[in-house]
């Protein structure tokens, strides 16, 4: 397969995979204000799932395909992201608070989640067992969100994920917002296969590693929707509630995503194997990530244009390290 058609395949995937994620989210909350489902349900179901579904279908699908490092690399790939790149960036523009209420509770679950995903990585395995464990842990934190938004109106984050009202973008009547979320369905597999395919050939391609395309190409497309987001609540001066939304994308990742993707995995008889390349490099960058970005938000220090800087260059240099790698390969 030549070079331009596996990266139209990866860029191609990409735009299919956020399309159709984007559909099943607009669509599913559509239908739910249609049936009158209490928004605290959608919001932490349809919504807070449904924003994780790209990740979620391209772990899940390189995992059926037999690809594990694919699947790892989207999820410690995109936490990197989120962290370095997607609040470094934005705040070299204008500085992203942390004293929101719910930032520091979310901040300690998003480092408690990489201590965890390093933890049932040791063995360079997860079991059927941690992969339940995982996704459990998804269960009880969606369970205390909606326990504390019924408490916590103060939190913008939480208000967010259960504002139907205000979600713009919705389509109209139950037809045309079921229709959605069967076109968002159908296209989720299909983008993700395409990423996985494209994904495959590029590392064949290029004699690299799968695990790097997962880390670098893949994760950063799957990180995009939490780019558009922080950059739009920059420029409309709600900086707030993006740290509030990559802290829990972060969480959905390693929880929801990591736990889905083992399971997977354990469906067709295998665990999960853990790349022993991620111990070399991967996995400590996204856990210093989690430990800066903790150590910033409890010390209620806001995420200025030097931290920006700080973390958008660590992020810059983590991705220079690794095409070094590649070329020194």
Known sequence: ????????????????LLFGGDLLVRGGAAVARVWKLPPLLVGLTIIAFGTSAPELVVSIQSALSGHPGLALGNIVGSNTANFLLILGL??????????????RRNAIFALMAALILVGVSWDRTISAVESWALFALIVGYVTLLGFL??????????????DLEHMEGLPGGLGKSIAAVIVGLVALPVGAQMIVVGGTEAARAFD???AIIGLTAIAFGTSLPELATVVMASVRRQAELAIGNVLGSNIFNVFAVGGATGIAASAIGADLPIPEGFFSLDLWVMLGASIAIAAITLARQPINRLLGLVLFGSYISYIAVIARSVTAA
């Open 149 to 162: 938004a019924r408490n916590a109106k103060d939190d913008p984050t939480l208000a967010e994920l259960t």
């Open 1 to 16: 397969m030549a070079a331009p058609v596996f990266l139209a395949l990866i860029l191609g995937g990409i735009v299919v």
């Open 90 to 103: 934005p705040a070299i523009f204008g500085a992203i608070a942390t004293t929101t209420p719910g930032v």
């Open 208 to 210: 690299i590693d799968e």
